[in-house]
């Protein structure tokens, strides 16, 4: 093969840019010169340069003459005299294939879009039910791609090999689209512009498409689609892969300006990093509060979680029973009864798949009493086969409810397990005409800062480590509830623990004691050094219960009731309540988010339920920002909040997503986001593509000021919501390869975006910032590839770059490496020194990686 010059391809791409007549077989007034890049003749080529008629000719003389259909029409050309329009709707065909799409092939287009959201498909083959190609702009990424399905179906439609572009397109500018079938190579691979910039694998399954050729439209689910809003150039098909130097000629540029680079502009400012990007996001799912991040040991100690005694049991020969006859008070109204047949009969209860017991540690206990009973009550954690590691005993019990508190100290010779339960026993004046009730019956270990009624120290420590810069909370799905009456109803959440009733937590299948209640959260806010985001309450629950009208007014009411908790001083009503609570001084609050993912709300009331809200706080509270769950028409929100699922490979293509964003639409708060893989945590495979969409948010934290991943936490014996950053079992907890990947990008960046280009890497997603101040650069790499990628790096705009540097690596060896519970570390970051740095060096990133390169390159 012959190399084309930089001035043959202008010429070229002026004159006869597609023409065959750069191959060998071309006229010989037409053969390229010896440096030219040889392009074997294409199976079809349409040149749109008719301007007039319905028919386009194929200028290969192979006579796959095109139909343009509905509004089809001619437009402004990037070569010859037009283009085909299919912007005002309307495609071009021939009824049948151009290329054998089993064996090896290519198509090209060039292609200037009117619009650039949504799926357009470019060019296609029709099979019976799905187009064999898909040469495209995709919509849950929004960047271009040569997409093929492995059936003629949608069955398989997630198993779609998308070879994706790196970048957004934008509106009015002409691209280059190339896509390759290479079976020799197993891959199929999207060249924009003559580079490389995607390249998946394609081997097996269906591949033969029989039908139509269309030019401005796909074929799916049996029909077309995808109309495609863009001119369209000189499309052509090969019956041959076409290789990277020949897609660099097709496209009119230099094959030597195609190769890898990764080229990071110091000169440039990019946006600034919003400080408000990374956050947290907690509700109550998994038993992520119960039995989770809430220290309570005790499971159902109200006993108001249902009609039996659930999670206790009788020790010794009592039986035991709900009451409703004896409640503690208006809040607890059900007790638990138990009847006694003979001294030491007790009580026992199983906690959260077992209660956690370590050497040399104070427990706290408590529990209400009463009964005819009279003597002392034990109080001990007990082993399975009957070991006590720590009792105490309380003072007699009386005829009346009585709070008895006590200290637990493990001895030294206690074990490390979660095999343990908690008794409450009769002594040996117990007898069986004697009937005890017990109330809230509770038992915290140490807490996180040591705050009573407090937090699990290991779980809270995480979130700390991720320096949140909020906590969105309480919900989701927990903060509505399945029906209005489970809803998270906070004034049932503040106050004394036993004065809390709890309720049933519908969405996700437990009972809440609300013992994480308002409070709680603030005080972990406090903690954890970030701010509050608050959700409230808007009127709609989860199965499609909702109010309007004067029904509304008092669920309004509970929400600027609950904005005074949070920031009244203590003259106002609910501010002195919140200091009664013990909490004087007021918490700040910017943000306050209406509701939850109304989109699900099909009645459409969120327009009136967000107005009603909007009305009231902004009234009072004119400085608070309001965030919007889905987009509404009559009042203005500050924020949007978007929410992403998705599988990792839709997040690694999807990075690009708010790169061509009308930056004048309101603001993003993206509040939930997880890659779809590995159960109860993400694998390797979810960490990259978190990572690679984390690097989208973060260059584009002028359009997306907040972010925060979901779900936090499982309980790994109740994995409800399968992936989750977090894991647990009643002892100890680990960080999935996702908290890590999210960690190392918050913990290492800069507070300026630098543009970055990944040029003919596919498979890698980046971001750089840096400090203006000291000229730091923090340069995130993602390489989803299962190879090393050598890459040439260069740092514009630097008057140097220091030759040493240090790089945070997170990296595995398979897709499917994952940390559990009993291997908790297999992939953590590690960082090491890097040497021989200088404004162009070439880094090798290692397959599967994460990798932050902090550089110093002072301008
Ligand atoms: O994060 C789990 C759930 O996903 C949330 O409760 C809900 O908002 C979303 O649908």
Same mark, same amino acid.
């Given at each position: 093969?012959?190399?084309?010059?930089?001035? @043959?391809?202008?010429?070229?791409?002026?004159?006869?840019?597609?023409?065959?007549?750069?191959?060998?077989?071309?006229?010989?007034?037409?053969?390229?010169?010896?440096?030219?890049?040889?392009?074997?003749?294409?199976?079809?080529?349409?040149?749109?340069?008719?301007?007039?008629?319905?028919?386009?000719?194929? %200028?290969?003389?192979?006579?796959? @003459?095109?139909? #343009?259909?509905?509004?089809?029409?001619?437009?402004?050309?990037?070569?010859?005299?037009?283009?085909?329009?299919?912007?005002?709707?309307?495609? %071009?065909?021939?009824?049948?294939?151009?290329?054998?799409?089993?064996?090896?092939?290519?198509?090209?287009?060039?292609?200037?879009?009117?619009?650039?959201?949504?799926?357009?498909?470019?060019?296609?083959?029709?099979?019976?039910?799905?187009?064999?190609?898909?040469?495209?702009?995709?919509?849950?990424?929004?960047?271009?791609?040569?997409?093929?399905?492995? =059936?003629?179906?949608?069955?398989?439609?997630?198993?779609?090999?998308?070879?994706?572009?790196?970048? %957004?397109?934008? =509106?009015?500018?002409?691209?280059?689209?190339?896509?390759?079938?290479?079976?020799?190579?197993?891959?199929?691979?999207?060249?924009?512009?003559?580079? #490389?910039?995607?390249?998946?694998?394609?081997?097996?399954?269906?591949?033969?498409?029989?039908?139509?050729?269309?030019?401005?439209?796909?074929?799916?689910?049996?029909?077309?689609?995808?109309?495609?809003?863009?001119?369209?150039?000189?499309?052509?098909?090969?019956?041959?892969?076409?290789?990277?130097?020949?897609?660099?000629?097709?496209?009119?540029?230099?094959?030597?300006?195609?190769?890898?680079?990764?080229?990071?502009?110091?000169?440039?400012?990019?946006?600034?990093?919003?400080?408000?990007?990374?956050?947290?996001?907690?509700?109550?799912?998994?038993?992520? $509060?119960?039995?989770?991040?809430?220290?309570?040991?005790?499971?159902?100690?109200?006993?108001?979680?249902?009609?039996?005694?659930?999670?206790?049991?009788?020790?010794?020969?009592?039986?035991?029973?709900?009451?409703?006859?004896?409640?503690?008070?208006?809040?607890?109204?059900?007790?638990?009864?138990?009847?006694? =047949?003979?001294?030491?009969?007790?009580?026992?209860?199983?906690?959260?798949?077992?209660?956690?017991?370590?050497?040399?540690?104070?427990?706290?206990?408590?529990?209400?009493?009463?009964?005819?009973?009279?003597?002392?009550?034990?109080?001990?954690?007990?082993?399975?086969?009957?070991?006590?590691?720590?009792?105490?005993?309380?003072?007699?019990?009386?005829?009346?409810?009585?709070?008895?508190?006590?200290?637990?100290?493990?001895?030294?010779?206690?074990?490390?397990?979660?095999?343990?339960?908690?008794?409450?026993?009769?002594?040996?004046?117990?007898?069986?005409?004697?009937?005890?009730?017990?109330?809230?019956?509770?038992?915290?270990?140490?807490?996180?800062?040591?705050?009573?009624?407090?937090?699990?120290?290991?779980?809270?420590?995480?979130?700390?480590?991720?320096?949140?810069?909020?906590?969105?909370?309480? $919900?989701?799905?927990?903060?509505?509830?399945?029906?209005?009456?489970?809803?998270?109803?906070?004034?049932?959440?503040?106050?004394?623990?036993?004065?809390?009733?709890?309720?049933? !937590?519908?969405?996700?299948?437990?009972?809440?004691?609300?013992?994480?209640?308002?409070?709680?959260?603030?005080?972990?806010?406090?903690?954890?050094?970030?701010?509050? #985001?608050?959700?409230?309450?808007?009127?709609?629950?989860?199965?499609?219960?909702?109010?309007?009208?004067?029904?509304?007014?008092?669920?309004?009411?509970?929400?600027?009731?609950?904005?005074?908790?949070? =920031?009244?001083?203590?003259?106002?009503?609910?501010?002195?309540?919140?200091?009664?609570?013990?909490?004087?001084?007021?918490?700040?609050?910017?943000?306050?988010?209406?509701?939850?993912?109304?989109?699900?709300?099909?009645?459409?009331?969120?327009?009136?339920?967000?107005?009603?809200?909007?009305?009231?706080?902004?009234? %009072?509270?004119?400085?608070?920002?309001?965030?919007?769950?889905?987009?509404?028409?009559?009042?203005?929100?500050?924020?949007?909040?978007?929410?992403?699922?998705?599988?990792?490979?839709?997040?690694?293509?999807?990075?690009?997503?708010?790169?061509?964003?009308?930056?004048?639409?309101?603001?993003?708060?993206?509040?939930?986001?997880?890659?779809?893989? $590995?159960?109860?945590?993400?694998?390797?495979?979810?960490?990259?593509?978190?990572?690679?969409?984390?690097?989208? #948010?973060?260059? !584009?934290?002028?359009?997306?000021?907040?972010?925060?991943?979901?779900?936090?936490?499982?309980?790994?014996?109740?994995?409800?919501?399968?992936?989750?950053?977090?894991?647990?079992?009643?002892?100890?907890?680990?960080?999935?390869?996702?908290?890590?990947?999210?960690?190392?990008?918050?913990?290492?960046?800069?507070?300026?975006?630098?543009?970055?280009?990944?040029?003919?890497?596919?498979?890698?997603?980046?971001?750089?910032?840096?400090?203006?101040?000291?000229?730091?650069?923090?340069?995130?790499?993602?390489?989803?590839?299962?190879?090393?990628?050598?890459?040439?790096?260069?740092?514009?705009?630097?008057?140097?770059?220091?030759?040493?540097?240090?790089?945070?690596?997170?990296?595995?060896?398979?897709?499917?490496?994952? !940390?559990?519970?009993?291997?908790?570390?297999?992939?953590?970051?590690?960082?090491?020194?890097?040497?021989?740095?200088?404004?162009?060096?070439?880094?090798?990133?290692?397959?599967?990686?994460?990798?932050?390169?902090?550089?110093?390159?002072?301008?």
């Amino acid at each position: 093969m012959t190399r084309i010059s930089r001035r @043959t391809l202008i010429a070229a791409a002026g004159a006869a840019p597609f023409a065959y007549a750069l191959a060998g077989a071309a006229p010989a007034s037409a053969a390229p010169t010896a440096e030219a890049v040889a392009l074997p003749a294409p199976t079809a080529h349409w040149a749109f340069d008719e301007g007039a008629g319905t028919t386009a000719a194929d %200028a290969s003389g192979n006579g796959n @003459t095109l139909t #343009l259909t509905g509004k089809a029409a001619w437009g402004a050309a990037k070569s010859g005299a037009y283009s085909l329009d299919t912007t005002p709707t309307g495609y %071009a065909e021939h009824d049948s294939a151009v290329v054998d799409t089993s064996a090896a092939f290519s198509v090209a287009a060039w292609v200037r879009l009117a619009r650039n959201d949504g799926y357009q498909t470019f060019v296609s083959a029709d099979g019976a039910a799905v187009s064999a190609f898909f040469l495209q702009l995709r919509a849950d990424t929004g960047t271009f791609a040569f997409t093929r399905l492995p =059936t003629d179906s949608t069955d398989a439609n997630t198993a779609a090999a998308v070879a994706g572009a790196t970048f %957004a397109p934008e =509106t009015g500018t002409w691209y280059h689209l190339l896509g390759v079938d290479d079976p020799s190579a197993g891959t199929i691979r999207l060249y924009v512009d003559g580079v #490389l910039e995607g390249e998946a694998a394609y081997t097996s399954g269906w591949k033969n498409a029989s039908g139509t050729t269309a030019v401005g439209r796909g074929f799916y689910g049996g029909a077309k689609v995808d109309q495609a809003y863009a001119l369209i150039d000189e499309a052509s098909l090969y019956a041959i892969a076409l290789t990277a130097d020949q897609a660099a000629a097709l496209a009119g540029v230099d094959p030597a300006d195609t190769a890898p680079l990764l080229s990071i502009d110091t000169a440039t400012a990019g946006p600034t990093v919003s400080p408000d990007l990374g956050g947290i996001f907690f509700e109550d799912i998994n038993h992520s $509060g119960e039995g989770g991040l809430y220290a309570e040991l005790v499971n159902n100690r109200s006993f108001m979680a249902a009609a039996t005694p659930l999670h206790w049991s009788a020790t010794g020969a009592g039986t035991i029973t709900i009451d409703t006859s004896t409640p503690l008070n208006t809040a607890l109204t059900q007790s638990l009864k138990l009847t006694v =047949t003979a001294p030491g009969d007790g009580i026992s209860n199983e906690g959260f798949w077992g209660i956690p017991v370590r050497p040399r540690t104070t427990y706290r206990a408590s529990l209400r009493a009463k009964g005819t009973y009279r003597g002392r009550l034990t109080v001990a954690l007990t082993g399975k086969d009957g070991t006590v590691y720590a009792t105490g005993t309380t003072k007699p019990v009386t005829g009346d409810w009585t709070r008895y508190d006590l200290k637990l100290r493990t001895t030294a010779a206690a074990p490390t397990t979660s095999a343990a339960t908690l008794t409450v026993t009769t002594g040996s004046s117990a007898s069986s005409s004697d009937t005890l009730w017990f109330s809230n019956v509770s038992l915290f270990p140490p807490t996180y800062k040591n705050r009573p009624n407090g937090l699990r120290p290991d779980l809270a420590e995480k979130l700390a480590a991720l320096n949140p810069k909020f906590l969105r909370f309480p $919900g989701g799905n927990y903060l509505e509830g399945n029906v209005i009456a489970d809803r998270f109803d906070w004034k049932k959440t503040i106050g004394p623990v036993e004065e809390r009733p709890g309720h049933q !937590n519908s969405a996700w299948g437990y009972w809440s004691t609300d013992g994480l209640g308002l409070l709680e959260y603030l005080e972990l806010t406090e903690d954890l050094g970030c701010a509050p #985001l608050l959700c409230v309450f808007a009127g709609y629950a989860l199965h499609g219960e909702h109010v309007t009208g004067d029904a509304l007014k008092p669920f309004v009411q509970d929400a600027l009731d609950e904005i005074e908790y949070l =920031t009244g001083d203590t003259t106002t009503p609910w501010g002195a309540r919140r200091a009664a609570d013990g909490h004087p001084k007021p918490f700040p609050l910017t943000y306050v988010e209406i509701g939850n993912e109304d989109w699900f709300d099909t009645s459409g009331s969120y327009e009136e339920r967000y107005a009603a809200f909007h009305d009231a706080i902004k009234a %009072a509270h004119p400085h608070l920002k309001l965030i919007a769950t889905t987009p509404v028409a009559s009042r203005p929100y500050d924020l949007i909040d978007e929410h992403y699922y998705q599988s990792p490979s839709a997040f690694q293509h999807g990075a690009h997503k708010y790169d061509n964003r009308d930056r004048t639409t309101p603001k993003v708060f993206v509040g939930e986001w997880a890659s779809q893989s $590995g159960r109860p945590t993400p694998d390797l495979n979810a960490a990259l593509g978190d990572a690679s969409w984390l690097t989208g #948010l973060i260059r !584009n934290s002028d359009q997306v000021l907040m972010e925060s991943y979901a779900p936090l936490f499982s309980h790994v014996s109740n994995n409800v919501w399968a992936t989750n950053l977090i894991a647990y079992d009643a002892l100890t907890s680990y960080n999935s390869p996702s908290y890590y990947a999210q960690q190392i990008l918050r913990t290492h960046q800069g507070t300026v975006v630098a543009p970055t280009t990944a040029r003919a890497l596919p498979g890698l997603n980046t971001v750089t910032t840096r400090d203006p101040g000291t000229g730091r650069l923090y340069a995130a790499v993602v390489n989803f590839g299962s190879v090393p990628r050598t890459t040439p790096v260069e740092i514009t705009g630097a008057r140097r770059v220091r030759a040493t540097g240090r790089a945070t690596v997170l990296s595995g060896t398979s897709l499917s490496d994952t !940390n559990t519970l009993t291997d908790p570390e297999k992939l953590i970051p590690r960082t090491h020194r890097i040497t021989n740095l200088s404004t162009t060096f070439t880094y090798t990133f290692p397959p599967y990686s994460v990798t932050v390169l902090e550089l110093d390159a002072p301008r």
